[in-house]
């Protein structure tokens, strides 16, 4: 059984950044895709950014100021957030695709979230203006 364990979240400032980790265990057959996702309170939740081999996609809220990236392994996540805004404020979920053996980075981030079959837990980012 596949678990992903996410961590970093926080509180900080309009203007601050913060780093989110994700860890994953359990693989039986390793992801082609891994993304973030992120629902804030009363909203539906949003594709942040996927990554595979190929590349990377991201949100246009978040273009220029998050950055994904993974370990080669595949069994570590990152989103680094910059320049963070109160829109930002969500919890963030860390999810992979190990049934698809296709390429996500050219996927728009919301598209591709019915692709995913293991979630994390999630963990909350909270930015004050």
């Known amino acids: 059984q596949v678990q992903l364990v996410e961590s970093g979240g926080g509180s900080v400032e309009a203007g601050g950044s913060l780093r989110l980790s994700c860890a994953a265990s359990g693989y039986t057959n390793r992801p082609y895709c891994l993304g973030w996702f992120r629902q804030a309170p009363g909203k539906e939740r949003e594709g942040v950014a996927l990554?595979?081999?190929?590349?990377?996609s991201y949100v246009d809220s978040v273009k220029g100021r998050f950055t994904i990236a993974m370990e080669n392994d595949k069994k570590s996540l990152y989103l680094q957030m910059n320049s963070l805004k109160p829109e930002d404020t969500a919890m963030y979920y860390c999810?992979?695709?190990?049934?698809?053996?296709?390429?996500?980075?050219?996927?728009?981030?919301?598209?591709?979230?019915?692709?995913?079959?293991?979630w994390g837990e999630g963990t909350l980012v909270t930015i004050s203006s």
């Open positions: 990554i595979d081999t190929a590349g990377e």
């Open positions: 999810a992979v695709d190990t049934v698809h053996t296709t390429w996500c980075s050219s996927a728009y981030p919301q598209h591709y979230a019915g692709n995913m079959n293991y």
